[in-house]
C-alpha cells in the first residue's frame, strides 16, 4: 500500500520528514555559522553572568546534572542549563536576528544543543546538525504570518523557539517522524511569551529563550516515552498560529518550500549593538551625521521615518521611549539609540547601564525625538534607518541606511566577531589568556567526538 500523498500530510508531518532525511551539517557555510553562533552566544553569556537577572535565574533552578551553565562551575540538568543559559544569551539583546522574522534564534539553540549534547553525550556533528535544524525551523516560521505574531502580542523568539528546540533537538538525537510530530504538538501547550515587558522594562523578555529552550527539550523526551501531541498543531483550527498569530490562513508553503534542500539558516545576521535590532540602522544614521561635523548643540529636533511594523515596539508610547525608566527599555527605544549613537558614537554594552540611562543630556536630546510613518518601508524582510535633523538657523541634515550592519548583505567580519567576543569576555571578568583558550575549544566543538565545555565552567565572578 502506497504512503500518503504530501497534501494529505499535516504541516508537522511534512515539517518531520524534511528534518529526518536532512544533513545540513555538512556544507562550509553550516559550519562557518555554526562556529559564530557558539562564539557570539558564548561571549554574550559570558558578559551576563554577573547580572542580576541571571543571578535571580540561577536561584530559581534546583536541578543537579551534567550540564554546564556558561560562566560558572556547578553542574546542572539539561532543563536547567538551557533555562539559565537562555536568559543569559538574550539578556542584554546583544545576540543575533533573522532578518526576515524578526527572531533570535541563536539564544534558543545554542543553549537546547549544548545541554542536550552534554546531558546525551552527542557528537560535534549531530550538535551541529541539531543547531542548524532549528534554526532553521524557527527562521522558516517566521515566513507564514509575517509580523502577525508580534502584532498579537507575542514574542515570536518565545513562540517559535519552542519548535525550533524541537526540531534541532529532536534532530541530534535522532526521533522518528512519528515522534517528531509528536514533540511538536506537545511543544505547541508549552509555547508562551507575551511582549508586556515593553510597558516597564521589565525582565520577562529575557526569560523567553531559555523557556523555550527548555520546553523544546521537554516536549522531545515526552515523545520518546510515547506521550501524544496533535499532529495539526501549526494549522490547526486551535493551533500555534489561530492561537499566537491570530489567524489560520498561514502561507505554510512558505515555510516548507525547499525545506532540506535550500539553507536560510546560514544568513543570520550578529548585532553590532546591544539593543533591538530594529534601531540599528537609525544608530548607524546618527554616528554618519555625528562623522560629518554636526553640531550637537544646535539640535532643535530631530524627525524619523519608519516601518509601521516597529512602532508600537520601538516608537510608542513616544513619551516613555524618549525618557526610558531603566536600562533594559532603553533597549528598545529608538530615540535613546539615536540619542546614545549621537552624544557617545556607540551603542554597546556601556551604553545601556543604569547610570547612562538616566543622562540628562541623552535625555533632553532623546525628547526632540520624533516619528512618521512610511507606507513603502519594506520591513519585515529588510531593516531600514533614517534621521533627519534640523538646526536653530534652518539648516537640515540627513542621512538613510537600506540595510543592517551585520545581516545577510553586510555581514561583521570575523575579526569584529572575534572582537565582540573578547570584549563580552573582558566584561564578564574573563581575562585574555583564559578567552583565547575558551575560543580554542569551541572551534572544536563540531570536530569532537563528545561534546567538551570544560573550560567554560568558571568560579564567581568578583565584583
Given at each position: 500500500?502506497?504512503?500518503p500523498q504530501v497534501d494529505s500530510l499535516t504541516v508537522s508531518q511534512r515539517l ?353 525625538i520624533s516619528y512618521m510613518v512610511d507606507p513603502n518601508n519594506p520591513y519585515p ?81 568578583t565584583a
Amino acid at each position: 500500500m502506497s504512503g500518503p500523498q504530501v497534501d494529505s500530510l499535516t504541516v508537522s508531518q511534512r515539517l518531520a520528514k524534511g528534518i529526518c532525511s536532512a544533513e545540513p551539517q555538512s556544507g562550509a557555510a553550516a559550519r562557518a555559522t555554526g562556529d559564530r553562533l557558539l562564539m557570539d552566544i558564548t561571549g554574550i553569556c559570558l558578559a551576563a553572568r554577573s547580572e542580576s537577572y541571571v543571578q535571580a535565574a540561577l536561584a530559581s533552578v534546583e536541578q543537579d546534572g551534567p550540564c554546564t551553565v556558561i560562566g560558572f562551575n556547578q553542574g546542572f540538568g539539561v532543563e536547567a542549563a538551557s533555562f539559565v543559559n537562555g536568559i543569559a544569551a538574550h539578556g542584554e539583546d546583544f545576540d543575533d536576528t533573522y532578518e526576515g522574522g524578526p527572531v533570535h534564534a541563536g539564544v534558543v539553540m545554542v543553549p537546547a544543543m549544548l545541554a542536550a549534547a552534554q546531558r546525551h553525550q552527542l557528537s560535534g556533528a549531530d550538535t551541529l546538525r541539531g543547531l542548524a535544524i532549528g534554526v532553521e525551523v524557527m527562521c522558516r516560521l517566521c515566513a507564514v504570518a509575517p509580523t502577525k505574531v508580534h502584532k498579537a502580542g507575542f514574542h515570536p523568539t518565545a513562540i517559535f523557539g519552542v519548535m525550533g528546540a524541537v526540531a534541532g533537538v529532536g534532530a541530534a538525537l535522532r526521533l522518528t517522524e512519528e515522534q517528531l510530530v509528536n514533540a511538536f504538538g506537545i511543544a505547541g501547550s508549552m509555547a508562551s511569551g507575551v511582549i508586556e515587558y515593553l510597558a516597564d522594562g521589565a525582565w520577562t523578555k529575557r526569560m523567553h529563550p531559555g523557556w523555550a529552550a527548555q520546553s523544546g527539550y521537554r516536549a522531545v523526551r515526552l515523545a520518546q516515552a510515547g506521550f501524544k501531541g496533535p499532529a495539526t498543531v501549526f494549522e490547526g483550527s486551535h493551533g500555534l498560529f489561530h492561537g499566537f498569530a491570530n489567524t489560520t490562513d498561514g502561507n505554510f508553503e512558505a515555510m516548507l518550500d525547499g525545506f532540506g534542500k535550500n539553507w536560510i539558516w546560514t544568513t543570520i545576521a550578529f548585532k553590532p549593538y546591544a539593543c533591538g535590532t530594529m534601531a540599528h540602522p537609525y544608530i548607524d544614521c546618527a554616528r554618519a551625521l555625528r562623522r560629518d561635523g554636526l553640531d550637537l548643540s544646535q539640535i532643535v529636533k530631530i524627525e524619523c521615518e519608519t516601518a509601521e511594523g516597529i512602532v508600537h515596539r520601538l516608537w510608542e508610547p513616544l513619551a516613555l521611549k524618549q525618557s526610558p525608566p531603566n536600562a533594559y527599555a532603553a533597549k528598545f527605544s529608538v530615540p535613546y539609540a539615536i540619542a546614545a549613537g549621537l552624544l557617545l558614537d556607540d551603542a554597546g554594552l556601556s551604553e545601556y547601564t543604569e547610570a547612562m540611562v538616566q543622562r540628562a543630556d541623552l535625555r533632553a536630546l532623546a525628547g526632540k525625538i520624533s516619528y512618521m510613518v512610511d507606507p513603502n518601508n519594506p520591513y519585515p524582510k529588510q531593516f531600514t534607518g533614517h534621521v533627519r535633523v534640523t538646526l536653530q538657523d534652518g539648516q537640515v541634515k540627513e542621512a538613510r541606511q537600506g540595510f543592517f550592519k551585520g545581516g545577510a548583505d553586510h555581514p561583521l567580519s570575523a575579526a569584529d566577531l572575534e572582537q565582540k567576543f573578547f570584549a563580552n569576555c573582558r566584561h564578564g571578568g574573563v581575562e585574555a589568556p583564559q578567552a583565547q583558550a575558551m575560543l580554542a575549544m569551541l572551534r572544536q566543538t563540531f570536530d569532537a567526538p563528545r561534546v567538551d565545555l570544560s573550560l567554560l565552567a568558571l568560579p564567581a565572578a568578583t565584583a
